[in-house]
């Protein structure tokens, strides 16, 4: 496993690392969450964050149990769900006050996203599939040198030989190479990845990880990502224990002291 940045680990388990200063937008951070309460129209679950921020040019893993709101605050982040109370902000906007229209056009110029269910068009090939951020957002243009890059990535992760295939005929871990290729090629400043190594195997996934990482610093992008693999955690500055939230509809008290919050800071 290759980590290009040296990291320190304090009592409270948060990494950080001093070799690569973050970069700075408005206020410093990416992702700035505040008294953040979030449930859906069925069922009782409730994510309820008082203060979380995630600083621009960081590297942040969420760990925690299936079902504790991981891939539900990553949706909030992107703008694809909005908070019930509280607030989200990301990239200094805080993207509850946009209409559907406006934050959709904010996630697709802003963030990349890798789903936990890839999220592939199905009747685009592959190829087609990694470009299609070049097709959607206006800001992008299609150069020939971007197929080019295209190929390459794909080469580089391993399914350079599928690119006329849809995906309806890849395997899982062939997809999720698909949708990690499409989120990274017009390096966005913010990716979002939500379990993006769970379906490959060992080399694959440190493979796609040197990739991602590569660009992640290349560009200093933030990088957040979801992940059960415990193996990868030595990748990131800071890991973020979704066992410190209280995501049952029971818990009305919020612990102020967990690891948490005091890597908030960082
Ligand atoms: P994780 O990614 O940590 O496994 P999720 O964010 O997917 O967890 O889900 C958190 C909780 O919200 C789970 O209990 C799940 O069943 C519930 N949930 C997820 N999506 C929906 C939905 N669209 N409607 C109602 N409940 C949902
Ligand atoms: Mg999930």
């Given at each position: 496993m290759r980590n290009d940045r040296t990291s320190n680990v304090d009592e409270s388990g948060i990494?950080?690392?001093?070799d690569r200063p973050p970069t700075h937008d408005t206020d410093g951070s990416t992702v700035r969450i505040a008294n953040l309460e979030f449930a859906y129209d069925e069922g009782d679950f409730c994510l309820r964050i008082p203060a979380l921020e995630v600083a621009?040019?960081?590297t942040v893993a969420f760990i925690g149990p299936s079902g504790s709101g991981k891939t539900?605050?990553?949706?909030?982040?992107?703008g694809i769900t909005t908070p019930s109370r509280g607030h989200v902000q990301t990239q200094g906007v805080d993207i509850s006050t946009l209409s559907d229209a406006a934050r959709r056009e904010f996630r697709i110029q802003q963030i990349g996203l890798v789903f936990q269910e890839f999220e592939l068009l199905e009747y685009l090939s592959v190829l087609d599939n990694i470009l299609l951020p070049y097709r959607i957002n206006p800001a992008l243009r299609l150069q020939p040198e971007v197929r080019d890059r295209a190929r390459a990535l794909a080469?580089?992760?391993?399914?350079?030989?599928?690119?006329?295939?849809?995906?309806?005929?890849?395997s899982q871990g062939e997809r999720q190479r698909v949708a990690v290729c499409r989120a990274i090629l017009p390096e966005p400043r913010l990716l979002l990845a939500d379990e993006p190594t769970g379906n490959?195997?060992?080399?694959?996934?440190?493979?796609?990880?040197d990739i991602v990482f590569a660009y992640v610093n290349r560009v200093r992008a933030t990088f957040?990502?979801?992940?059960h693999d415990h193996a990868l955690l030595g990748r990131f500055e800071r890991i973020v224990?979704?066992?410190?939230?209280?995501s049952a509809s029971e818990a009305n008290v919020w612990p102020q002291s967990v690891a948490v919050q005091r890597g908030m800071a960082g």
């Open positions: 990494r950080a690392h001093a621009s040019g960081s539900t605050l990553l949706h909030l982040i992107a080469d580089e992760v391993g399914i350079g030989d599928l690119l006329g295939r849809c995906p309806k005929r890849l490959l195997d060992p080399a694959s996934k440190d493979r796609v990880l957040i990502t979801v992940t224990d979704f066992k410190s939230f209280h």
